[in-house]
């Protein structure tokens, strides 16, 4: 199947307005339209050896006498058909055929911008416009590609062809040239909403949540994970840590968020004075009620598991655990590390993890600090 080699069927106004056509894009850097475009068989076998349409602008004539004549018969049909319909269709689509064949996208745009502002009321002016955009981006003129395929989805009914949408195709490629994250809140909410057995909803809801982060907008950033968690395991391109991310955002957003410090400093005071006291039971009640690890250093991020399993009690008694006077080197303004020992004779060593939380949803709690994790063993 092939967006530009396929009879036109019939047509209708509205949601389901379609015609046997398919957009088909491939991604090699920036996306590009793959076209496979077949000459429909007979065309112009009655018009051979007919001379020059007398109306035929000459801009579109090309310098190959084979490609000239093939041009020359499609014009005359072209002529002699009626404004807008099918047949009208198929012929404007060998004419595009030839054009591109050429490279000639100069002549391709010219003839179908014109085309469509001759008769705005064609019904398949969303195609020749997607075409256009198409051609546009073959110049690497992405920007005014973009402005076209904006165009044909605000403005056309969408045409549905052998199952494939344009205004779908429209998206994804306006997902991919465009940097505006409102715009992308709004490009994702078309494509749940319009196309979601044509889409993965994991991705798009990820994605979406991503865009509401850049706009700011953390209400709606929030809803679109929470949408995202019953997806979990979906493989989102450049998020390899995609369920986590959401997962952690999600929950620490579900939480009373009370085990939080004003600093970094006020929470190693609390933390080494229950080491001090060998208060298992405080030393607990300090740690993150949500997201909190517990690993070795050579563990992915993403696996969490650990703490809620055993107990500190079972570590701590009848061993007096020790800290170093300062966080570790490897500090920073945001993460903290503090080494401690004497846990057990398997793993005498733990680092005990702070991180300041990351939060704009809640002033409040944003720029806190909270014991995140621990990490088993000497760090490297």
Excluded at 327 to 341: I, K, M, Q, V
Aim: charged share 20%.
């Amino acid at each position: 199947m092939d967006l530009f080699n396929k009879p036109p069927g019939k047509t209708s106004r509205g949601t389901g307005f379609s015609f046997n056509c398919k957009a088909v894009f491939s991604k090699p850097g920036i996306l590009k339209m793959s076209l496979i475009i077949g000459f429909c068989a007979g065309l112009t076998l009655g018009c051979a050896g007919r001379a020059k349409p007398a109306g035929m602008d000459p801009y579109y004539s090309v310098r190959s006498p084979e490609y000239q004549e093939t041009l020359d018969n499609l014009f005359m049909l072209l002529e002699g058909e009626g404004q807008t319909g099918e047949e009208q269709f198929a012929i404007i689509r060998e004419i595009a055929n030839v054009y591109l064949k050429i490279k000639d996208y100069g002549r391709l745009i010219n003839f179908l911008t014109s085309r469509t502002s001759k008769f705005p009321e064609d019904p398949y002016n969303a195609y020749y416009l997607l075409m256009t955009a198409y051609a546009f981006m073959q110049q690497e003129a992405y920007p005014v590609a973009a402005l076209y395929f904006n165009l044909v989805i605000k403005n056309y009914p969408d045409l549905t062809i052998m199952g494939q949408s344009i205004h779908l195709a429209c998206f994804n490629q306006l997902i991919a040239l465009t940097d505006n994250p409102e715009q992308h809140v709004w490009y994702y909410e078309e494509l749940i909403s319009r196309f979601p057995d044509k889409i993965d909803l994991g991705v798009a809801y990820f994605m979406q949540g991503q865009a509401y982060e850049q706009t700011g907008d953390w209400n709606g950033a929030i809803q679109a994970y929470t949408r995202y968690l019953s997806y979990m395991g979906t493989i989102v391109p450049g998020f390899p840590n995609a369920d986590s991310y959401a997962k952690q955002i999600v929950d620490f957003n579900n939480s009373r968020k009370d085990w939080t410090f004003e600093s970094v400093n006020a929470l190693v005071r609390a933390i080494t004075a229950a080491l001090d006291a060998g208060s298992s039971a405080r030393l607990w009640q300090y740690r993150a009620k949500v997201n909190f690890f517990a690993r070795s250093w050579e563990q992915e991020d993403a696996d969490n598991a650990g703490m809620a399993e055993f107990n500190l009690t079972d570590f701590m008694r009848g061993n007096r655990i020790r800290y170093a006077e300062k966080l570790d080197a490897g500090s920073n303004a945001n993460e903290a590390y503090l080494r401690t020992w004497g846990w057990s004779q398997y793993i005498s060593i733990w680092y005990l993890y702070f991180r300041k939380i990351y939060f704009p949803p809640d002033p409040d709690i944003h720029g806190r600090w909270e014991w995140a994790g621990v990490y088993y063993g000497e760090k490297f």
